[in-house]
């Protein structure tokens, strides 16, 4: 404990008030180059920037950058809509950026301060969510489908029915996100994932729920380690994870059911609220200089919008399926859509689901 001030002798205060005020002067501005830099705030989802990556942009710029994260698209909105402003650029995936042009939550980017943009593989360059990349800029992809381990499974799975095959009760994991099960069973079912049809989508939740007991989780966190420590033998997923879960269980395989599957893309854009507008241009460009974006798809386990990013990443990540999506699937893979009210009938379906 420091000594009261009231014992303190008059020479000792002196001493005291000195201090402070040499301290005051230094602390001027200018005393510390760090506190006056300009911030960046990136708002992304968790992990999915390299810390070195970073650093480099800060050593470049000369600013700092303050990452935040999210775990769904709809907590990103969720915070937006509730009036959380300083953010520069946050990584919405494709529907929901036309959900954030639809309520005005982003700014048109600069096109002549993205000259990295100009590298983006042929099929990103007019998504349907923005046509005209005047608020996103694709910057990871890829698809959705079934991790399985061929140890246990070795006739490859051509069909999205083997997550409803009782022989793996309690081995199976879904996604914890309600469009993409929902999009999985109506693709099974012949039908659109957007679809907006009551009886339709009343159908497929009837089918989830006979599928249900099957289940051992539904999660979009870390079902890669349930793939590779072997806790469950099949896996509806996200590509990059199930990449990661082959790296520690080399009998990890990934496949695209022939129904088909989601197509999908994160975007990098700016909010309408930035308070670094021409930073967060600079930030998205190096973001997609295609070193950088080869070194965080090697990262993620992602693919990279940037063309010339492919050919940089590792011969086993550009062939590895999980990655990288194969040319000539990708006319059985759909883009999720804004579905509008239509939402109503999903959020009320998964509900249903999750309660019984």
């Known amino acids: 404990m420091g000594t009261p001030l009231r014992r303190m002798s008059p020479w000792g205060l002196c001493l005291l008030w000195l201090a402070g005020v040499l301290s005051s002067c230094g602390q001027g501005a200018g005393s510390d180059p760090a506190e006056s830099r300009p911030v960046l705030h990136y708002f992304t989802w968790s992990d999915y920037v390299g810390p070195e990556l970073i650093q480099e942009f800060e050593r470049r710029e000369g600013v700092k950058v303050v990452i935040d994260t999210f775990s769904s698209n709809e907590e990103l909105l969720a915070k937006l ?206 973001l997609m200089e295609p070193q950088v974006a080869a070194r965080t798809s090697e990262r993620l386990r992602f693919a990279s919008a940037s063309r010339p990013a492919r050919e940089l990443v590792n011969a086993s990540t550009r062939d590895n399926p999980a990655v990288y999506p194969p040319l000539d699937q990708l006319d059985r893979l759909e883009w999720m859509k804004d579905v509008g009210r239509g939402i109503r009938l999903y959020d009320r379906a998964w509900t249903e689901l999750k309660m019984q």
């Open 81 to 286: 809509q509730s009036g959380a402003t300083g953010y520069d650029v946050a990584v919405p995936s494709d529907f929901m950026v036309a959900i954030m042009i639809q309520q005005g939550l982003l700014s048109e980017l600069d096109q002549q301060a993205l000259p990295n943009a100009s590298f983006l593989e042929p099929h990103l360059q007019a998504l349907p969510f923005d046509p005209e990349r005047r608020y996103s800029i694709p910057y990871l992809w890829g698809s959705v489908g079934i991790g399985y381990d061929s140890a246990v499974i070795p006739t490859p799975p051509d069909s999205w029915a083997i997550l409803w095959d009782p022989r793996y009760k309690g081995r199976i994991s879904m996604l914890n996100d309600q469009r993409e099960v929902f999009g999985a069973v109506l693709r099974s079912m012949g039908q659109s994932m957007n679809s907006t049809d009551p009886q339709v989508i009343e159908a497929a939740k009837e089918r989830l729920l006979r599928q249900k007991p099957l289940v051992k989780t539904y999660t979009s966190d870390h079902y890669d380690q349930l793939l590779a420590s072997g806790e469950v033998v099949l896996a509806h997923a996200w590509g990059g994870p199930v990449a990661r879960a082959m790296a520690e269980r080399p009998s990890i395989r990934y496949v695209v059911p022939k129904e088909g599957a989601t197509l999908w893309a994160d975007c990098l854009v700016v909010l309408r609220t930035a308070p670094q507008k021409q930073l967060a241009m600079r930030f998205i460009n190096y």
